[in-house]
């Protein structure tokens, strides 16, 4: 049973154009999260999402929008795309904030997204 | 701000030799501190935890212990296999985020 998935795994698009990635969670958790790795591994967190509260990190352009239509999906909605965006894209949840101290993530495997 | 120090690598280890990943963390309060291994074209799984000072986490022969004093968790394995190569990221939690070290990359030559 995949615990996080992402689809798709893989994206290559032009530039200008609009893409979403899916994510959908099993687990029941409550708080879904986006993370974009860039070619030097680093993780960023963009957005962390529970049913009551979207908290964005600041330096995410607003090109980038969050869309849940319910607890267990947690989709990611780009618009006009640029080269920058290249990167994995890595869908995450956990139980909640609320027990944040004990909390594990878990990572979906990542979408590639490739913008030409 | 709360934020994570790693060690950069990449790091290149020949079989059963001893590791030694550093992590060094601030933050206001009291954190939760993680390891997260990132296998080869998969996603981030956890490795280990500790929740608080003096807590050690233990999975797979990795260790890390919660120094308070010194604010550091630096993740420790006897004897790295093949099978250990991956990239290895510090994390910390202290309530509405996680936020994650630069990675380390670790690869084990037989």
């Known amino acids: 049973d995949t615990a996080v998935s992402q689809t798709p795994k893989y994206l290559v698009t032009q530039m200008g154009n609009d893409k979403s990635i899916k994510c959908e969670q099993n687990l029941g958790h409550d708080t879904m999260y986006w993370y974009k790795q860039d070619s030097k591994k680093f993780l960023k967190i963009m957005f962390s999402?529970?049913?009551?509260?979207?908290?964005i990190n600041e330096t995410v352009p607003n090109r980038f929008s969050p869309k849940s239509p319910d607890k267990a999906h947690l989709n990611l909605h780009i618009n006009s795309l640029e080269l920058g965006d290249s990167a994995v894209y890595f869908c995450?949840?956990?139980?909640?904030?609320?027990?944040?101290?004990?909390?594990?993530?878990?990572f979906g495997p990542g979408t590639r997204l490739t913008v030409l | 701000g709360d934020s994570v120090t790693q060690m950069e690598g990449p790091v290149t280890l020949s079989e059963e030799a001893f590791l030694t990943i550093n992590c060094t963390y601030t933050a206001t309060g009291y954190p939760s501190l993680f390891w997260y291994v990132q296998y080869p074209g998969e996603g981030l799984q956890l490795l280990l935890k500790?929740?608080?000072?003096?807590d050690k986490g233990s999975n797979k022969g990795f260790e890390a212990t919660y120094r308070k004093e010194t604010t550091s968790f630096h993740l420790e394995k006897g004897s790295v296999q093949v099978s250990d190569s991956a990239v290895y990221f510090c994390?910390?939690?202290?309530?509405?985020?996680?936020?994650f070290g630069t990675g380390t990359s670790l690869t084990v030559i037989p």
């Open positions: 995450a949840s956990s139980q909640d904030l609320a027990s944040w101290r004990t909390d594990t993530q878990y």
């Open positions: 500790a929740t608080k000072a003096d």
């Open positions: 999402y529970n049913n009551k509260e979207l908290i």
């Open positions: 994390a910390l939690t202290t309530g509405n985020q996680f936020y």
